[in-house]
């Protein structure tokens, strides 16, 4: 029994290392989960963007108090619709309707950033690159794919705040008569061209992906909306996790103060003892 139990673990971890390792390289997100003004950005992007399709029922709207909004601005700017600031996160979308449209139903993002944490990377740097990852594709059905996750369903919400770009993924993979590099440059329609090579004197396979935006500005100023969302989804899923660390803190203080104190009054009784 506990062979097997130990063989399926070891299957479902290798299952999840070739599932990181067969997308593009991730980037690494800049940590802004201690900036106000990047909190409520990302609070104002989740609730004019996501919200639509994903809900967060474990989420409460006044728990936004943390990041600094009051319960007016919460129901001014951020509530559409005739929730209370003391509610949850729910979305009108029924599951049924969202299967059909979609092909599965958009997952709940309460703790996503948790949830799309692995051995091998941190969820915030999945989701910051898997939302800075896609590009047109005329050959995908909702003309649109990802290099983190290739033919996702889910389209490109944002895609008139990126702005259009091109994408070349470079892919050096085993084939029957050795490696071969493949080449595939996407502009910004979907149209595909791709060319391949054989490759000596490499081992492994690779892949590496460059975009290059055609509107330049549009993309810096995207790419810091992303930060300041991924940075809002990190602090949903645990949103005391300030008051947590600071908390700790005080326990290691009061912990390494007590350890002095018992050293000294063990010093103190033992001392006249031979």
């Not at 049924?96 to 051995?119: E, M």
């Not at 910051?128 to 889910?154: E, K, Q």
């Not at 502009?187 to 975009?211: K, L, Y």
């Not at 995207?222 to 947590?244: C, K, N, Q």
Request: net charge positive; aromatic share 10%; charged share 20%.
């Amino acid at each position: 029994m506990k062979r097997t139990i130990t063989a399926v673990a070891l299957a479902l971890f290798a299952t999840g290392v070739l599932a990181a390792s067969a997308g593009a390289p991730l980037d690494r997100w800049p940590d802004r989960s201690k900036d106000l003004a990047a909190l409520q950005n990302g609070a104002r992007i989740f609730a004019n963007y996501c919200l639509g399709c994903h809900s967060a029922n474990l989420m409460r709207w006044n728990r936004l108090n943390e990041i600094g909004l009051d319960d007016k601005q919460i129901k001014d700017f951020l509530i559409f619709g005739p929730q209370k600031v003391g509610d949850t996160m729910t979305i009108a979308m029924n599951p049924k309707d969202a299967k059909a449209w979609f092909g599965k139903t958009p997952p709940d993002l309460s703790v996503i950033a948790r949830a799309r944490t692995s051995f091998e990377y941190a969820g915030a740097d999945y989701l910051y690159t898997l939302l800075r990852g896609y590009y047109r594709d005329a050959t995908s059905p909702t003309g649109w794919n990802n290099v983190v996750y290739p033919y996702i369903g889910m389209p490109h919400i944002l895609w008139e705040l990126q702005g259009p770009r091109e994408v070349t993924i470079e892919r050096t993979a085993h084939a029957v008569k050795g490696l071969v590099r493949t080449t595939t440059t996407i502009d910004a329609e979907g149209r595909a061209t791709v060319t391949s090579i054989p490759v000596t004197g490499e081992t492994g396979e690779t892949m590496t992906v460059s975009f290059k935006s055609l509107a330049p500005q549009l993309a810096r100023q995207y790419d810091s909306d992303i930060a300041d969302l991924v940075a809002y989804l990190v602090f949903m899923t645990e949103p005391v996790r300030a008051d947590r660390v600071r908390m700790g803190v005080w326990v290691l203080l009061y912990l390494a103060l007590f350890t002095v104190v018992a050293w000294r009054l063990n010093a103190v009784y033992w001392k006249d003892v031979k």
